[in-house]
């Protein structure tokens, strides 16, 4: 019963991964949302704000819903952001399994710090967190302690404006798609 679990986990991660994202909102909406959704992390963490400055890019999804009961997923649309404008698009999605129940949505922040981690997601088919460039989530502790000589990964990670209630222990696999905005 377990294995079937893991296996229909998957197989929804790799269904939503792989396919593009049918319901991408617009690309002016997603700019506006992504824009909008940084401004809010630079009000509440100086730190981040500090590091959008020396970040080559910064890939940002103003919304990902997170939703489960053993199995769930998440996923989200967002836009990356190159010296303040937006110039791709990408989904994020995610299936997991584990001890969880709820649902819960949540603004995501990728701060792309050297030029071989941008380089890797603009090149790559999908990009799965895990392989490929370093990521730090970087929360309170962690943004206290950063400066100019402490940036020593590739990625840092934000995750900010958390709503509703995911409670649980889960195993997670994100991955993300570049996506193309409504013709």
Partial sequence: ??????????????????????????????????KAALNQLY?????????????RAILVF?????????????KGDGALLENGRATK???T??????????V???????FFITPSSLDYLTKSKGWSVGSGPSVVVVDEGKA?????????????????GQKGLMAGLGL???KITQIYPDP
């Avoid at 294995?3 to 593009?20: E, G, K, M």
């Avoid at 939703?67 to 769930?72: K, N, Q, S, V």
């Avoid at 206290?144 to 900010?160: E, G, H, M, N």
Wanted: proline content about 3%; some cysteine; charged content about 15%.
């Fill in 93 to 102: 999605a995610a299936g997991t399994y584990g001890l969880q129940a709820g």
């Fill in 43 to 55: 009000a509440t963490n100086p730190k981040a704000r500090e590091l959008g400055q020396k970040a």
């Fill in 172 to 174: 997670e696999g994100s």
């Fill in 144 to 160: 206290k302690s950063l400066s100019s000589t402490t940036l020593t990964q590739d990625v840092y990670a934000f995750i900010y």
């Fill in 89 to 91: 698009f990408y989904s």
């Fill in 62 to 74: 103003p919304k990902v819903v997170k939703a489960g009961l053993m199995i769930g997923g998440l």
């Fill in 1 to 34: 019963m377990r294995r079937a679990f893991l296996i229909a986990a998957c197989a929804a991660l790799a269904f939503s991964a792989a396919a593009p994202s049918a319901y991408a909102a617009s690309a002016r909406a997603l700019t506006a949302d992504s």
């Fill in 104 to 110: 819960q949505s949540y603004s995501q922040a990728l």
